[in-house]
């Protein structure tokens, strides 16, 4: 039996795939003993693919540009998200994007995908962000909620399991990233451990499309196991089943990356570095099914 650690870096349901796979018995049919490790952190899980700590992972495209830049050698095996989720919540008393000006905007580090989304639809939206708008940097994505529920910001980006929870809190929800096409979450190796171990990396994108498809099928057990790792969710019936409706839209079926949201999300880090402005999106993809 093939043993393997796969790479989650945030407690996301648009990471739970091996997961439900797990739950569903999809590993085990394919005779891969697995250990999940969420690291909690985007840039962390980038590292333990390089390193090999967990071989196979699903980062965010960022993290996965820089860490090309870095000189590392990742690549994408299959696209599980190719276009971002986010939703901007706020005070109850923003009902719009133009009652943004003069507010208080939570944003991560501009290099992660929350800030990197954040940024780009700021200057879509067409404001100044050293005039128009106080941006306020938590750092990491994961305190923007509690920011919000403490008064620190009038309205921060978030990622839906905590967007809704806002939402359900009484924070109203002003706007989307559904409008950008930036790859959000790819499923990545390191070309060297695809040479060694091609077939083994088949299997799990394999197993990948088959969660999705458990995923899509099966709510009532998909339910059920999202719940046991987002307890927060589960204690909010109608947020979690909004979320799941959610991630059963964006799922791509058949794993297939995106060129197109690739090329996006590079042109954006372009921005913050411009060698990812000389990087094709399909040199960035290994076909493996």
Known sequence: MDQIK???????????????????????????????????????IVDDIVAGVTPVG?????????????????????????????????????????????????????????????????????????KDLTLVDLGLNDRSLEALRDNQLDAALLPPEKAFLAEAEGCSIIADSFELDFHWVPLATTRRFLSDNRQLVANIAGVY?????????????????????????????????????????????????????ISSILKDAALQDSRAGGIRAESMIEKVL
């Not at 969660?211 to 099928?217: A, D, E, H, Y």
């Not at 079926?253 to 949201?261: A, K, M």
């Open 58 to 130: 699903t980062p965010n495209a960022p993290s996965l540009i820089f860490s090309l830049l870095a000189g590392n050698d990742l690549v994408i095996v299959g696209g599980v998200l190719n276009r971002p989720a986010f939703f901007l919540a706020g005070n109850p008393s923003i009902k719009n994007i133009v009652d943004l000006k003069g507010k208080r905007i939570g944003i991560n580090q501009p290099r992660r995908m929350a800030g990197m989304v954040m940024l780009a639809l700021l200057r879509r939206w067409g404001f100044d962000i050293e």
């Open 209 to 261: 499309v088959e969660s999705i498809q458990f995923f899509k099928t099966q709510p009532e057990k998909t339910l059920k196991e999202i719940g046991r790792w987002l307890p927060a969710l589960a204690n909010k019936p109608e947020v979690l089943a909004k979320c799941y409706r959610l991630f059963t839209d964006h799922f791509e079926d058949s794993l297939t990356p995106s060129v197109t949201s």
């Open 6 to 44: 796969i790479g989650i870096g945030v407690s996301s349901i648009g990471r739970f795939l091996p997961l439900i796979g797990l739950a569903a018995g999809l590993f085990e049919r394919e005779n891969i003993a697995v250990e999940v490790v969420n690291r909690q952190d985007e840039e962390k």
